[in-house]
Antibody
Framework: QVQLKESGPGLVQPSRTLSLTCTVS????????VSWVRQPPGKGLEWIAA???????DYNSALKSRLSISRDTSKSQVLLKMNSLQTEDTAMYFC????????????WGQGVMVTVSS | DIQMTQSPASLSASLGETVTIECLAS??????LAWYQQKPGKSPQLLIY???SLHTGVPSRFSGSGSGTQYSLKINSLQPEDFASYYC?????????FGAGTKLELK
């Protein structure tokens, strides 16, 4: 069955770099894309970035300068890096299966909470 | 970027009622619109894709409609498990964008 699982540090200091990993199973990263979506506490959903089945990438225009998304197909993992973290980046971070042609997220991970604090 | 304006922000309703949530896109998204349900502490779950197609396992009391820039999600005969937050999402292209959400509460 399709599964996605996020992992990463729960606490990051301001100005540091966040590294998150999404490990997938039940599908191939060469057949489907994966997006990252975040949700600050008590707020709505914000799309962050995607890596598509062919390896191309897209980013939230407001965050683009701070983001990098990549993948390791041999490990079935998608990696997200965000630098220059601020307290406003405190959020639950989800990865979700995406397809550029379909346009929707049909499977989601459980999420990982990231708190930016000194 | 395509902006998604969702209304209302909150909605209070009783069991058995029918409710409608609206989503307005800043430009034509050609029915590439999805709706999600999210319960507290859980990840969002896909309800509707392509504006009106029901995702696998979603009860038939949920339905989606619309075209162009205007879309809606209708929930018939509200059940206790339907009280949650709902989000629309533009999927026409990247960047993906979400509506601000609607919190559906029990009256």
């Amino acid at each position: 069955q399709v599964q996605l699982k996020e992992s990463g540090p729960g606490l990051v200091q301001p100005s540091r770099t966040l590294s998150l990993t999404c490990t997938v199973s039940g599908f191939s990263l060469t057949s489907y894309g994966v997006s990252w979506v975040r949700q600050p506490p008590g707020k709505g959903l914000e799309w962050i970035a995607a890596i598509w089945s062919g390896g191309s990438t897209d980013y939230n225009s407001a965050l683009k300068s701070r983001l990098s998304i990549s993948r390791d197909t041999s490990k079935s993992q998608v990696l997200l890096k965000m630098n220059s973290l601020q307290t406003e980046d405190t959020a639950m971070y989800f990865c979700a299966r995406d397809t550029i042609a379909a346009g929707y997220f049909d499977y989601w991970g459980q999420g990982v909470m990231v708190t930016v604090s000194s | 970027d395509i902006q998604m304006t969702q209304s209302p922000a909150s909605l209070s309703a009783s069991l058995g009622e029918t409710v409608t949530i609206e989503c307005l896109a800043s430009e034509d998204i050609y029915d590439i619109l999805a709706w999600y349900q999210q319960k507290p502490g859980k990840s969002p779950q896909l309800l509707i894709y392509d504006a009106s197609s029901l995702h696998t396992g979603v009860p038939s009391r949920f339905s989606g409609s619309g075209s162009g820039t205007q879309y809606s999600l209708k929930i018939n005969s509200l059940q206790p498990e339907d009280f949650a937050s709902y989000y629309c999402q533009n999927g026409l292209s990247a960047p993906r964008t979400f509506g601000a959400g609607t919190k559906l509460e029990l009256k």
